[in-house]
């Protein structure tokens, strides 16, 4: 069975001050931006580990995850949908 697509491409990606990300998130996520990483989604689960930021860097077109103790996971095991 088809489900509704549920992500809307005019929708902005989180931002810096989004309450899930812990502060070492967000300090990691404001350093990597400026050598060319971009925030992609935060993924949230259930029940609630610390959310996954995921993150894309332009120039070598690789997925990343920023862990909570702001670590960059540069070859994350994800599953993202096409």
């Known amino acids: 069975m088809l489900q509704q697509e ?3 491409p005019d929708r902005r990606p989180p931002t810096l001050a989004h309450p899930a990300l812990s502060e070492a ?3 990691a996520l404001r350093d990597l931006q400026v050598a060319g990483w971009d925030l992609m989604f ?3 689960q259930t ?3 610390p959310p996954q930021v ?3 860097h332009r120039r070598s077109k690789s997925f990343a995850v920023i862990e909570h103790d ?3 996971r ?3 095991d994800l ?3 096409a």
Do not use: H
């Open 74 to 76: 540069e070859r994350p």
């Open 79 to 81: 599953r993202l949908r």
């Open 42 to 44: 935060i993924r949230n």
């Open 70 to 72: 702001g670590n960059l």
């Open 54 to 56: 995921i993150v894309y």
């Open 6 to 8: 549920r992500r809307n």
């Open 47 to 49: 029940p609630p580990p």
């Open 25 to 27: 998130q967000r300090l």
